[in-house]
């Protein structure tokens, strides 16, 4: 058998020749039948996350499924499900479609805060279309060539050392976000050091309260089923609580690690808890301040002296962030960060890649099994999900059944308001 040469397009809709199978030898021996649906699901979501180079995607289904699929066979199955590249798909899709599909991010943007790169990764998420960063450069140089000004950067960079860590889930950075306090909505977040995963992004009633904090990080170890090697936070009270369930349960699950020579738990200042203090700039730029935007314009319909007004806004409003908040993490999850070579860590590749295939980073899987009774009971102990719901579970329930009834299909911050206005008088 012949070795298979392809083209693969690169993300400017460029293509670059190379050879995909040296060796000659037949890989389709466990390979799943054409027409699987299982196989086609996970192209199409592959897609979705703006992966399509084919060597890749072939990498991707042996590690997270299990999959065997040589590289030319999901080059032929993609073609069969109508999934193309960038270069491909602005040469059949009409112009106007194009261009609304890069005004239609435009307008989820007011502030002008995401790039090029950032819009064609947001396109392809929520369409499933694919067009090149050229093409969505120059029809934002074309709409807003202001918004290129505004991304400049221009704060001071502190001097950094490179992380060194192990692998995934060796190391969790936990911290609060509160640009959107002023308006109601704390933040919380988790996020793996090594690979800069986003593991959980949460909004509550209060970021500074410690059984709150604790709460979230216990929901992720139960959702995981383990818990890091260490978690790093800043030196707020709130973090206390933290740092004894951390080293509770690694003592308890994990006795073989010394808590003396490797600790459970490590304050670090905030300037210096990098991983997580990074994210939240990204956060603010390309979404928070859009938040404060959209929320400033109900300043004529709202009135938060009425407390019905205020309860409603307290299920509404929360329950479009956290929607929100579950995009953007899965966006976050799905950018493909820049190659560093300087760098100790995966770059070049989204963090969601490196987590799958960390074994190409020699990097070993570090979370630590826990019993996930043990962790629930532990939850329910500090107050349970009480602890970051802004209003009763009863008025939540019959919130949710007016939103049904009135049959809204979608809520977005463009509608939001108009939605407020119409479940007021039924609430």
Same mark, same amino acid.
């Given at each position: 058998?012949?070795?298979?040469?392809?083209?693969?397009?690169?993300?400017?809709?460029?293509?670059?020749?190379?050879?995909?199978?040296?060796?000659?030898?037949?890989? @389709?021996?466990? !390979?799943?039948?054409?027409?699987?649906?299982?196989?086609?699901?996970?192209?199409?979501? =592959? @897609?979705?996350?703006?992966?399509?180079?084919?060597?890749?995607?072939?990498?991707?289904?042996? +590690?997270? @499924?299990?999959?065997?699929?040589?590289?030319?066979?999901?080059?032929?199955?993609?073609?069969?499900?109508?999934?193309?590249?960038?270069?491909?798909? +602005?040469?059949?899709? &009409?112009?106007?479609?194009?261009?609304?599909?890069?005004?239609?991010?435009?307008?989820?943007?007011?502030?002008?805060?995401?790039?090029?790169?950032?819009?064609?990764?947001?396109?392809?998420?929520?369409?499933?279309?694919?067009?090149?960063?050229?093409?969505?450069?120059?029809?934002?140089?074309?709409?807003?060539?202001?918004?290129?000004?505004?991304?400049?950067?221009?704060?001071?960079?502190?001097?950094?050392? &490179?992380?060194?860590?192990?692998?995934?889930?060796?190391? *969790?950075?936990?911290?609060?976000?509160?640009?959107?306090?002023?308006?109601?909505?704390?933040?919380?977040?988790?996020?793996?050091? *090594?690979?800069?995963?986003?593991?959980?992004? *949460?909004?509550?009633?209060?970021?500074?309260?410690?059984?709150?904090?604790?709460?979230?990080?216990?929901?992720? !170890?139960?959702?995981?089923?383990?818990?890091?090697?260490?978690?790093?936070?800043? !030196?707020?009270?709130?973090?206390?609580?933290?740092?004894?369930? +951390?080293?509770?349960?690694?003592?308890?699950?994990? &006795?073989?690690?010394?808590?003396?020579?490797?600790?459970?738990?490590?304050?670090?200042?905030?300037?210096?808890?990098?991983?997580?203090?990074?994210? *939240?700039?990204?956060?603010?730029?390309?979404?928070?301040?859009?938040?404060?935007?959209?929320?400033? +314009?109900? /300043?004529?319909?709202?009135?938060?002296?009425?407390?019905?007004? =205020?309860?409603?806004?307290?299920?509404?409003?929360?329950?479009?962030?956290?929607?929100?908040?579950?995009?953007?993490?899965?966006?976050?999850?799905? @950018?493909?960060?820049?190659?560093? /070579?300087?760098?100790?860590?995966?770059?070049?590749?989204? &963090?969601?890649?490196?987590?799958?295939?960390?074994?190409?980073?020699?990097?070993?899987? !570090?979370?630590?099994?826990?019993?996930?009774?043990?962790?629930?009971?532990?939850?329910? /102990?500090?107050?349970?999900?009480?602890?970051?719901?802004?209003?009763?579970?009863?008025?939540?329930?019959?919130?949710?059944?007016?939103?049904?009834?009135?049959?809204?299909?979608?809520?977005?911050?463009?509608?939001?308001?108009?939605?407020?206005?119409?479940?007021?008088?039924?609430?």
């Amino acid at each position: 058998m012949q070795a298979d040469d392809r083209e693969d397009e690169n993300e400017d809709g460029y293509y670059t020749h190379h050879s995909t199978n040296p060796s000659g030898r037949n890989q @389709h021996k466990d !390979c799943p039948p054409k027409g699987d649906h299982k196989v086609a699901n996970l192209l199409c979501e =592959y @897609h979705r996350q703006n992966i399509s180079d084919r060597k890749l995607i072939s990498k991707l289904l042996q +590690a997270e @499924h299990g999959i065997k699929m040589s590289e030319a066979t999901v080059a032929r199955r993609r073609r069969e499900l109508g999934l193309f590249g960038s270069r491909l798909t +602005a040469a059949q899709l &009409p112009e106007v479609t194009k261009r609304q599909l890069v005004l239609d991010q435009l307008a989820d943007d007011p502030t002008g805060r995401r790039g090029p790169r950032v819009v064609k990764e947001l396109i392809a998420n929520k369409t499933g279309v694919m067009l090149p960063r050229k093409y969505i450069r120059d029809q934002m140089m074309l709409q807003e060539p202001e918004g290129f000004v505004v991304r400049q950067p221009t704060s001071k960079k502190l001097s950094r050392r &490179p992380l060194v860590v192990l692998g995934p889930h060796h190391e *969790w950075s936990g911290d609060g976000h509160d640009k959107l306090t002023q308006i109601g909505f704390p933040i919380w977040g988790i996020r793996d050091v *090594w690979s800069g995963k986003w593991l959980g992004i *949460w909004v509550l009633p209060n970021n500074r309260l410690k059984d709150a904090i604790a709460y979230l990080y216990l929901s992720l !170890c139960y959702q995981l089923g383990g818990i890091p090697i260490q978690t790093t936070t800043d !030196c707020g009270s709130e973090t206390m609580e933290i740092y004894g369930f +951390a080293n509770a349960l690694r003592e308890h699950f994990s &006795p073989h690690l010394s808590l003396n020579e490797l600790p459970a738990h490590k304050f670090l200042k905030s300037v210096h808890n990098t991983t997580i203090e990074r994210g *939240w700039l990204c956060l603010r730029l390309q979404w928070g301040d859009n938040v404060k935007v959209f929320w400033e +314009a109900g /300043s004529g319909i709202y009135d938060e002296m009425d407390l019905r007004q =205020y309860d409603l806004v307290k299920w509404l409003w929360p329950k479009l962030i956290q929607q929100e908040l579950n995009q953007l993490q899965e966006q976050f999850n799905n @950018h493909r960060v820049r190659k560093d /070579s300087s760098k100790k860590l995966p770059s070049g590749v989204s &963090p969601n890649v490196a987590f799958a295939l960390h074994d190409e980073y020699q990097a070993e899987n !570090c979370l630590q099994a826990v019993d996930r009774e043990v962790v629930r009971q532990l939850m329910e /102990s500090i107050g349970g999900e009480d602890l970051i719901h802004f209003v009763s579970v009863e008025y939540e329930n019959h919130a949710q059944t007016i939103f049904t009834n009135l049959g809204f299909k979608e809520l977005s911050f463009h509608n939001v308001w108009n939605i407020f206005s119409a479940m007021l008088p039924l609430i």
